[in-house]
């Protein structure tokens, strides 16, 4: 009985870790990462705390769902799968109706639907890049994953159980680099290269000390963290 438990949670923690950065990375339907996209413009808006609550929202009907869909229904790794897709679509339904009702830059006339060449040309310069890093990364970890399966469900649960510290330790780098792409945003649309340059030089000194504590605690505890 233990053993079958143990093995519904491993495959519980895999597909809620997969499904939801193939769909974002492949960027399927009806799962596409309109709600990320979405998201990105409140960090600029001085709307107090919309992008934690939608983030919230999210992950609470994605919990709901993951407990009815397995337990109630017992559509087990589907189920899982499934809820997510609804979670996320929920969440883009939500901020396209909120960005459109509470933020005016959201609010396009006919003018501004009309193609700018030069704009497009930007993007294209500034997104591809990215796009190929990215894309590199999630098929990196595809592929990864694909080894790992190899090797049974118990060391499945352990690689996600890993990931998921490895996701804790790693989220004070993440949301450092979005608060620095969006500060060098605002102050390179003000000609402030100057604040760029100071606000990267900060940026890199809090996380070289973030990094010097960090270091320690993962070397004496890394056994008991795990």
């Known amino acids: 009985m233990s053993f079958k438990i143990f093995s519904l949670k491993a495959k519980y923690l895999e597909v809620n870790i997969i499904i939801p950065s193939l769909v974002n990375s492949l960027g399927c339907i009806p799962n596409p990462p309109i709600p990320n996209q979405l998201r990105e413009p409140f960090l600029t808006v001085p709307i107090p705390g919309i992008r934690t609550n939608i983030n919230r929202m999210t992950q609470?009907?994605?919990?709901?769902?993951?407990?009815?869909?397995?337990?109630?229904?017992?559509?087990?790794?589907?189920?899982v799968a499934f809820a997510t897709i609804i979670a996320q679509a929920v969440s883009a339904i939500v901020c396209m109706i909120y960005a459109y009702n509470k933020v005016e830059y959201f609010r396009l006339t006919r003018e501004q639907l009309q193609l700018n060449p030069r704009i497009i040309l930007d993007s294209i310069k500034i997104g591809v890049p990215i796009s190929l890093q990215n894309s590199m990364i999630a098929v990196s970890c595809m592929a990864l994953q694909g080894?790992?399966?190899?090797f049974g469900e118990t060391f499945m649960a352990g690689y996600t159980i890993v990931c998921k510290i490895e996701q804790i330790i790693q989220q004070p780098f993440s949301s450092l680099g979005t608060a620095l792409t969006t500060y060098s945003g605002q102050n390179m649309g003000a000609a402030k290269k100057d604040?760029?340059?100071?606000?990267?030089?900060?940026?890199?000194?809090?996380?070289?000390?973030?990094?010097?504590?960090l270091i320690p605690i993962a070397y004496l505890f890394g056994q008991q963290i795990i």
């Open 195 to 213: 604040r760029v340059k100071k606000g990267f030089c900060q940026a890199t000194i809090m996380v070289l000390i973030y990094s010097v504590c």
């Open 60 to 79: 609470l009907i994605n919990i709901i769902l993951d407990l009815f869909f397995v337990l109630a229904l017992n559509w087990g790794v589907f189920g």
């Open 147 to 150: 080894v790992v399966n190899t």
